[in-house]
Nanobody
Framework: QVQLVESGGGLVQAGGSLSLSCAASGRTFSIYTMAWFRQAPGKERDFVAAITWSDGSTGYADSVKGRFTISKDNAENAVRLQMNILKPEDTAVYYC????????????????WGRGTQVTVSS
């Protein structure tokens, strides 16, 4: 199996920045795509960003495009999400996910999930 552990969440003021990391362990050879999703209380878990290990292709939700950047560290089997110009509506639990399939923004395509890390943006 694959284990995913998120870190870097916390409290930040609107307009500030925060960086999240996701470390993958276990049977990581099976991972093709890694992604970030987020879920606010009472809301659906929504796609944020994704990246493929093979060629570094990326995809972003419209709500974060231009503000968030996803990147990968092949040596550490980790992905990072740099979040800039944070807004109160970015407040959510952020989840790392891994897929054996191509780049996707659909929850159904991701077989492995971390436990999440809280990001709170104050106004």
């Amino acid at each position: 199996q694959v284990q995913l552990v998120e870190s870097g969440g916390g409290l930040v003021q609107a307009g500030g920045s925060l960086s999240l990391s996701c470390a993958a362990s276990g049977r990581t050879f099976s991972i093709y795509t890694m992604a970030w999703f987020r879920q606010a209380p009472g809301k659906e878990r929504d796609f944020v960003a994704a990246i493929t290990w093979s060629d570094g292709s990326t995809g972003y939700a419209d709500s974060v495009k231009g503000r968030f950047t996803i990147s990968k560290d092949n040596a550490e089997n980790a992905v990072r999400l740099q979040m800039n110009i944070l807004k109160p509506e970015d407040t959510a639990v952020y989840y790392c996910a891994a897929s054996r399939s191509r780049l996707s923004g659909r929850r159904y395509d991701y077989a492995f999930w971390g436990r999440g890390t809280q990001v709170t943006v104050s106004s």
